[in-house]
């Protein structure tokens, strides 16, 4: 009989400490696994709704500004040398380096318009893309299709007495009105949305766009690189990112990776312990077994490694169990926590990683009742008889 089967007939025989045992160690892996998965989910359906709904890069016409002063008066200064953004050029996004990470391009031309005698700021866009792109905006009505049709902001809307279904002369030509914005507090409320290629028509700006937002979080590569890369392909705009949104979205995954793993580490602690109690429980009740093996001519050596085997044996299922647990349990929060890009990953090197890690705490945990097993004394084996 060697120290395996010695081992394995141990743990068999106390069968309710070795489940117990196993439950300890096997709820601090499913943890440790849940945090992690849900942390991975959690994060790819952030940098989803980041990438979709919101733009980090503000792509303008590149200009010279002439400063006017005289005599330490300033006058203000005017614009020169105004270069136009083509639609055409837009195309080239798509040659960078990073494209992939561009989630949304959403084009803008804008210019004044006369309603009812009185003038207003027209914008054109893509309205499939400009209404992903700014979920916070909320219709009253639907968006604009492609003909005469307009989405009316709030403090226009009240300005003019429009509403959903209401006709409206922009420049003289005739629009349905297909809904209006709810208030927002910028200058969105007194906007008249159109689709871009009307607004271009009607403002007499062929094929070309005012300004360009996009869409991009990049977690591989800083922002800059983007900006960088988009002014190499468009050397006639001005390129600027919003440094400010891109820092807050990046610090809040950050943050979420740090609460997961801090939350792990306690975990995994909680299991150390529980495991590192038990087996001293255990070795405190076999004094007599362990007496005995060492009268037999057990070396230390033989002892720690028999402890060992049936913490290592015990570990090992609580590995598998507890990442088979813990992805489990991701799969049944995941639709609560991530409504819009639900996306669980049956990720092997997190399966191995949860076995090492079980294995890990579970051997460093036995380590010291392993070893003041094996410094009994042979002895004692005959003070309990």
């Known amino acids: ?62 200009s010279e500004e002439l400063s006017l002063t005289y005599g330490g008066i300033v006058l203000g200064g005017v614009a020169v040398d105004r270069q136009e953004l083509r639609q055409l050029d837009l195309t080239r996004l798509g ?52 003909g005469p049709e307009v989405v009316v902001g709030s403090g226009a809307a009240r300005r003019f007495g429009l509403s959903a ?35 271009q028509e009607l403002l007499g700006k062929h094929g070309v766009v005012s300004l360009v937002e996009v869409a991009a979080l990049c977690a591989g590569c800083p922002i800059e690189d983007m900006v960088e890369q988009i002014q190499a392909v468009l050397p006639g705009a001005k390129v600027s990112a919003i440094q400010q949104v891109v820092k807050t979205r990046l610090h809040a995954l950050e943050q979420f990776r740090v609460f997961s793993f801090g939350v792990a580490v306690v975990v995994i602690l909680i299991g150390a312990l529980v495991v590192f109690v038990t087996m001293m429980g255990s070795i405190n009740e076999r004094t007599r077994e362990i007496g005995i093996f060492r009268a037999l001519g057990f070396r230390r050596g033989h002892i720690v490694r028999l402890i060992l085997t ?25 639709p609560y926590l991530a409504t819009d890009h639900p996306h669980l990953v049956w990720d092997p090197r997190l399966a191995a990683g949860a076995i090492l890690l079980a294995l890990l705490v579970g051997a460093l945990a036995s380590l010291y009742p392993a070893l003041h097993a094996s410094r009994m004394d042979p002895t004692e084996a005959f003070r309990s008889l």
């Open 1 to 62: 009989m060697n120290l395996g089967t010695i081992a394995f007939n141990n743990l068999w025989r106390r069968k309710a400490r070795m489940v117990f045992l196993l439950a300890g160690l096997l709820l601090g892996v499913a943890t440790v696994v849940t945090l992690l998965a849900l942390t991975r989910s959690l994060t790819a359906e952030i940098e989803h709704k980041l990438d979709s709904f919101g733009a980090n890069i503000v792509i303008t016409p590149r």
């Open 95 to 146: 040659d960078i380096l990073n494209a992939a990470n561009i989630a949304a391009i959403a084009p803008k031309v804008l210019g004044p318009a006369t309603v009812d005698g009185t003038r207003v700021l027209l914008m054109g866009v893509s309205p499939s893309v400009e209404f992903q792109l700014k979920r916070w905006w909320s219709v009253d009505g639907r968006a604009p299709r492609e």
């Open 165 to 199: 279904g209401a006709r409206v002369a922009i420049n003289g030509h005739p629009f349905t009105v297909t809904g209006t914005l709810h208030e927002t507090g910028s200058q969105d409320d007194d906007l008249f949305l159109v689709p871009l290629v009307v607004a």
């Open 310 to 334: 049936e913490a290592v044996a015990v570990s090992c299922l609580a590995g598998i169990f507890g990442y088979l647990s813990g992805m489990g349990m991701t799969r049944l929060l995941l």
